[in-house]
């Protein structure tokens, strides 16, 4: 895809979710560690109600740790696969206290190093609790980028740096929230609403020989 489609399409996107923001609640770049790491397999609000409850106590490392894992585990059963988040949070908040004076490191390399903590977690702290240029790579921005060809890639890292190949630094962090909600709201996983796609005259996937027949319908559909 040409940089001038890559331009249209993001200037698309930019006025369709003029709101699009992290939909994870967070008063801290600690408070956001932890929704992200919880955030895998589960939904955003399913996290935002858990956490809720979970930082009116614990909000900081050093509370965190106050806990056990089976203690932890129970109060964040809700979001999935529980024993093993209980078990990262845990080691992560005691790195942190003892690494990084209490506090989250604000670079991808030192994130990173921390247990449980991969690239797109990384990449959602630096960018919205830092104000870091980055792009974190979820399904849905491995998904839309795929589909709309912004940046091929059968890996999220493959995608990730794609994406920053093919869109200014500047934007990084906003074209992450835009792929996201219109990855939620039409470019769905299993039924896309190419229907009501507004970038889908410049989408590689609606385009597609295969994809005709569907274009053809709903060309139909509005005559």
Request: glycine share 4%.
């Amino acid at each position: 895809m040409n940089k001038q489609d890559v331009d249209t399409i993001l200037k698309i996107l930019s006025e369709t979710y003029p709101e699009a923001k992290c939909a994870l609640n967070f008063n801290s770049p600690y408070e956001l560690l932890v929704s992200t790491m919880l955030s895998a397999q589960c939904t955003d609000v399913r996290v935002n109600k858990v956490t809720s409850e979970l930082y009116k106590e614990f909000n900081t490392p050093e509370k965190m740790v106050s806990l056990t894992e089976e203690e932890l585990g129970e109060k964040i059963k809700s979001c999935g696969f529980f024993r093993n988040k209980s078990k990262h949070i845990l080691e992560t908040s005691r790195e942190i206290m003892e690494n990084y004076q209490g506090h989250v490191p604000d670079n991808m390399k030192e994130l990173i190093k921390l247990p449980g903590v991969g690239r797109k977690t990384a990449d959602v702290v630096l960018s919205n609790a830092f104000g870091i240029p980055a792009i974190a790579v979820d399904t849905h921005v491995f998904r839309v980028s795929n589909r709309l060809g912004i940046a091929r890639g059968s890996t999220p890292h493959k995608v990730e740096m794609e994406l920053m190949k093919n869109i200014p630094r500047d934007m990084w962090s906003d074209s992450h929230h835009y792929l996201i909600w219109h990855g939620r709201r039409i470019c769905k996983s299993r039924k896309p609403d190419c229907e009501h796609c507004p970038v889908a005259p410049y989408c590689e996937y609606f385009n597609h020989p295969e994809e005709q027949e569907k274009k053809a319908e709903i060309k139909d559909k509005k005559a």
